[in-house]
């Protein structure tokens, strides 16, 4: 089994694009295949190596590494023009000379009355002497292959037989000389000649589909199997925009997604395991991955369950991963930081928000310190008394075991929101923070003295509770 991506490095890898590479990616895995990535880059005019490195870097981020390949179609011009001129020496393709306004003139004629539009075939009983005389003045021309009025039958192993009606079609454009070769000619010839067997792609090729498959037959090429995969829609059902299911590959890594998160939701696009189990390694995939549980509808970009994926991701990873990809140091008190704060994070870039504090406490209000209606001068003795019994402990029983055990009695005697409220805010300087002994433990005995006295000293400038308040 050989299967192939072939993106078009006209634009950044998507989402769609990379869902697609994944499922040829884990059918070939699956049944000990041959994945090829292709680079189609005919269009010279709109294809940047640009795109194409960032096709490459993308695919090799999610995980995606290709048996073959890159093959590039730019090098392989002298491949399409011989099959270019078989086709014209067949007599199965012409020279059109038609113009760009005249084809739009036909085009509009037939959507007035109601028709399909499609080429008229003025060109076509052109004889070949005449055509070449006028290519040799510089006359425009592009080459058309001759559809003949048939009925095309296809077996898509998803969405079972799928019938065309060749009336419909019109004599379609192959080329726009024999060494400028366009779609869906090149992508005939590149399958036959890489031995593809299955045709993975998504669902708005299906009507390339009988295109291809009549000059697979005028070539005397064997036709591979076609899987159509669903459209990715977005959330209200619509077709992809760059809101979500359009956005590269490369904004969801620098917005902090996990390479293991997008492919994991990624395989759920359109595909079902059989039983309830949602998180799979590429490995899992592997095994549980086939064509069979691919469903035929559109499937919908969920942001949020993106989101829940990428959050479980990052509780499991180990904490010196999560520092190597934020670009922190790997500190014992930075990997300390991390464990605290990556159950709350459901990206990546969510660190800075949720860990700032931990480096730097920034100025916060007063009133921040006031746990209910207790007294000013309570709150401030419960702060003293935890800064006392801190002050005894050494830095290496400097821990969230030892602090609770430590500071417990006193919470039970003072009451727990009186001296925990007023404790986690003066170490976060937030409303919402982790707990107070997972702070100490992450910052240190020193930082937290220090953190300690600040809110001692911002209560006994404050003139009273009910000011405060106000």
Not at 332 to 353: A, P, S, V, Y
């Amino acid at each position: 089994m050989r299967v192939r991506i072939a993106p078009s490095p006209t634009g950044y890898l998507h989402v769609g694009t990379a869902r697609t590479a994944l499922f040829n990616w884990l059918f070939a895995k699956k049944n000990g295949g041959t994945f090829v990535l292709r680079i189609e880059d005919t269009d010279l005019e709109r294809s940047e190596k640009k795109f194409e490195k960032d096709i490459i870097d993308g695919l090799k981020w999610l995980g995606l590494e290709w048996d073959e390949g890159p093959i590039r179609q730019s090098d392989r011009l002298e491949i399409y023009e011989k099959y270019i001129n078989k086709l014209l020496e067949d007599e199965a393709a012409y020279y059109c000379f038609c113009s760009k306004e005249e084809l739009e003139t036909e085009r509009q004629a037939m959507l007035t009355q109601g028709f399909a539009p499609k080429y008229s075939g003025k060109c076509r009983s052109l004889k070949r002497e005449e055509a070449e005389k006028k290519i040799k003045t510089g006359a425009d021309y592009i080459i058309r292959f001759k559809v003949q009025t048939t009925k095309v039958t296809f077996k898509d192993i998803i969405r079972d037989n799928i019938v065309f009606d060749t009336a419909l079609i019109g004599d379609i454009a192959i080329a726009k000389n024999p060494r400028a070769p366009l779609y869906n000619f090149a992508v005939v010839v590149d399958d036959e000649e890489m031995k593809i067997s299955h045709v993975i792609r998504g669902e708005d090729h299906i009507a390339n589909t009988p295109k291809q498959i009549l000059i697979q037959q005028a070539l005397g090429f064997r036709q591979p199997h076609y899987a159509h995969l669903p459209l990715i829609l977005d959330p209200d059902r619509s077709k992809m925009s760059k809101r979500y299911s359009a956005t590269s590959i490369q904004e969801y890594k620098d917005a902090g997604y996990l390479p293991e998160t997008m492919t994991n939701f990624m395989a759920l696009l359109g595909w079902h395991p059989a039983g309830e189990k949602e998180l799979f390694t590429l490995e899992e995939l592997v095994q549980e991955f086939g064509l069979d549980r691919v469903q035929k509808a559109g499937a919908v970009f969920n942001i949020e369950k993106l989101n829940w994926l990428n959050a479980q991701y990052i509780r499991n990873t180990d904490n010196k991963i999560i520092a190597e990809k934020i670009n922190l140091a790997p500190t014992k008190e930075n990997l300390k930081i991390i464990e605290i704060t990556k159950g709350r994070m459901k990206k990546l870039t969510d660190f800075k928000e949720l860990a700032g504090f931990l480096f730097e406490l920034a100025d916060y209000p007063t009133t921040l310190l006031i746990w209910k209606e207790t007294p000013k001068e309570k709150i401030i003795n419960n702060l003293k008394s935890v800064e006392e019994i801190l002050t005894a402990v050494s830095n290496e029983s400097f821990n969230q075991a030892s602090l609770e055990k430590l500071l417990m009695p006193l919470a039970e005697e003072q009451g727990r929101g009186e001296v925990f409220w007023p404790l986690r805010t003066a170490l976060s300087g937030r409303e919402n923070s982790p707990g107070p002994f997972e702070i100490m433990e992450a910052i240190g005995k020193k930082e937290t003295l220090q953190r300690l006295k600040i809110a001692v000293s911002k209560l006994n400038n404050a003139e009273s509770i009910s000011k405060l308040k106000l």
